[in-house]
């Protein structure tokens, strides 16, 4: 067992967008910050969300009126620092007589009070009146606003069942989730976090004014201790079992985990825009184009156990989103249309609601300073509030070290994203000029992948050898390298679902050639240490 000999102000636990981005905002006010991930970046929920920077309009059901204006003012913060990967997307919402209210929301419980008559169903003047809401509670300056759309001989009427005439049209954001975390632990490490992936918490012992850390490195078995002034438990799905087992806390703090799960089928329809579609249960979904040639179609919400037990989507929940998407698309889908499914685990804090949907999706953080040492527990949060969770998380982190700067993520850009909001299609050009053997997909692939620094990782390039070992979809050696070298990648997992999305387009064999050749890579330079 070794030591690292000097004491740091924050120890994360947890490599998710909640502790990558808490790292970062600690690191550029001038706190030493160590982030100890024990497996890939982004590995669990964070790589498993509908990929949206949204408001989420059916919280408005439920009087979540903090976190979804909080949610909608992000949504343009977060659009301006990474252009690259977030992109204003409309959303068509069509609209029919039969749609209803999941029955504990709070809206549906006041209607039944007062509106008996409507027997639990969306009235449309209810539907505007919530997208007026949306449209104003955060104060849009880039999105678009709300509109009528007509469904009849239209592009987003083509793909839907005859039935539906009407629908309304309006603005939420796209997200490459995986890509987001992995930027604010570049982010985090350039300012001067530590960051360890591959790097499981064995146990952490509290003392008066410090804490003993013992991490094991999950490739070699070393194990190191750390010592830092005050802890933070961003475990996402492991938050409880990190509260119960490692950290020992004596909280009656509790965590539900909720899994979401999600199908993708080849492209159902020509244009750009996502539907929300709403069933007869009252919940909804969203079909959303997806990696160019694909569609994305989730989530469901499920109660799920146990952290340890990976999350699939399940033949009953594939069925469902099959089932709910078979409402309104004039196609019918099987099973046999589901290239590729995948889910993964909410840690919701437990507020005793009655349902998995019901279940807040605000954030929670608690400080338990008994006995010794501070530690933050991080409970909820999404994806799109994720920099002002961690702003939250500095405020309740500021009284135990004085004189720290404050607030200063707002406006600032994350590695690649240096450039205007509407700048992808100059950027792709620009490349396309450098490097005149790049098609017009594989350029925007990887603008919209690495914005400013797909120059660097093409630097001097004139045609497709001078990248290095072609893997196959565009993926060559010297992205592989820019990956393992700037963005923690070790394994082909890790850049072909997480750095990535290639992962749709290589088969097997592939995917092994790719595993193979990383892992030679790896053992090459421990070999020259």
Known sequence: MTGTGKTVDLFVIGGGINGCGIARDAAGRGLSVTLAEMGDLAQATSSASTKLFHGGLRYLEYFEFRLVREALIEREVLLRAMPHISWPMRFVLPYHPDMRFESDTPTSKLLGMVMPWMKGRRPAWL??????????????KILPGTRTLSLDGTPEGAPLQERFHHAYEYSDCWVEDSRLVVLNARDAEARGATVMTGTKVLSADRHPNHWIVTTQDMATGRTTKHLARMLVNAGGPWVGDLIQGTIRLNSTEGVRLVRGSHIVTRRLYDHGKCYFFQGTDGRIIFAIPYETDFTLIGTTDADHQDPSVKPECTPQERDYLLGFANQYFRRQL????????YSGVRPLYDDGAQSATAATRDYTLKVDQTGGAPVLNVFGGKITTYRRLAESALA???????????????????????????????LVARLRTDHPFLTEGWAR????????????????????????VDFGATLTEAEVVWLMDHEYARRATDVVWRRTKLGLRLDA????????????????????E
């Open 127 to 140: 539907i505007r009146l919530g997208l007026f809401m949306y449209d104003t509670l955060g104060g849009r």
């Open 509 to 528: 064999d592939q995917v092994q050639v790719l595993d193979q050749w990383i892992q030679a890579r790896w053992a090459q330079g421990a070999a020259a």
């Open 445 to 468: 692939r990887l603008v919209r992948a690495y914005g400013t620094e797909a120059a660097t990782i093409l630097a001097g390039a004139q045609q497709a050898a001078d990248l290095g």
């Open 396 to 426: 309740k982190i500021a009284p135990f070290f004085p004189n720290l700067p404050g607030d200063w993520t707002r406006g600032v850009a994350l590695p690649g994203g240096d450039f205007p909001v509407d700048g992808v299609p100059a």
């Open 334 to 341: 099987t099973a046999d249309d589901v290239v590729w499914s």
